[in-house]
């Protein structure tokens, strides 16, 4: 998994009505989901999960698995987190039909971070390879 953290304080601090575990995120999602479709993705709506939000990104037959969650709310700004994996889900026979192409996880982090860039709210981006806080992060993907 690819993983990118910055600080915003742009993004909601009210969890939603419906949200598992009171989690955060929701907005961030959606604001990311839309940019990668206005830049030509297939996406999936955005769904909750346990840790945070996300949602199916499609590209050459193959599907991505953006996550958001808040990585540190108790700094200010708050640290969010944004994964990307190839990962089906429950779409597992799309692993059989389709593999990704060389180059498909670095182009859609490419484009995670032209958008993260475009926002002014963002500072600090960090992209990281293993595990956040794992090993030495980067200022691009």
Not at 65 to 80: F, H, T
């Given at each position: 998994?690819?993983?990118?953290?910055?600080?915003?304080?742009?993004?909601?601090?009210?969890?939603?009505?419906?949200?598992?575990?009171?989690?955060?995120?929701?907005?961030?999602?959606?604001?990311?989901?839309?940019?990668?479709?206005?830049?030509?993705?297939?996406?999936?709506?955005?769904?909750?999960?346990?840790?945070?939000?996300?949602?199916?990104?499609?590209?050459?037959?193959?599907?991505?698995?953006?996550?958001?969650?808040?990585?540190?709310?108790e700094?200010?700004?708050?640290?969010?987190?944004?994964?990307?994996?190839?990962?089906?889900?429950?779409?597992?026979?799309?692993r059989?039909?389709?593999?990704?192409?060389?180059?498909?996880?670095?182009?859609?982090?490419?484009?995670?971070?032209?958008?993260?860039?475009?926002?002014?709210?963002?500072?600090?981006?960090?992209?990281?390879?293993?595990?956040?806080?794992?090993?030495?992060?980067?200022?691009e993907?």
């Amino acid at each position: 998994m690819v993983m990118v953290t910055f600080y915003s304080a742009t993004y909601s601090l009210i969890p939603l009505p419906d949200a598992t575990n009171d989690v955060l995120g929701h907005d961030l999602a959606a604001w990311l989901r839309a940019g990668l479709v206005e830049r030509g993705y297939d996406a999936t709506p955005v769904i909750g999960e346990d840790y945070g939000y996300g949602f199916h990104l499609r590209l050459n037959r193959a599907y991505y698995w953006i996550s958001v969650s808040m990585a540190d709310g108790e700094i200010d700004p708050p640290q969010w987190a944004v994964g990307l994996d190839l990962d089906p889900g429950c779409l597992w026979i799309w692993r059989l039909k389709a593999r990704p192409q060389k180059g498909d996880k670095q182009a859609i982090a490419r484009s995670l971070h032209a958008l993260l860039l475009g926002e002014p709210g963002i500072t600090r981006i960090e992209w990281w390879r293993q595990a956040v806080g794992q090993g030495t992060s980067t200022a691009e993907p």
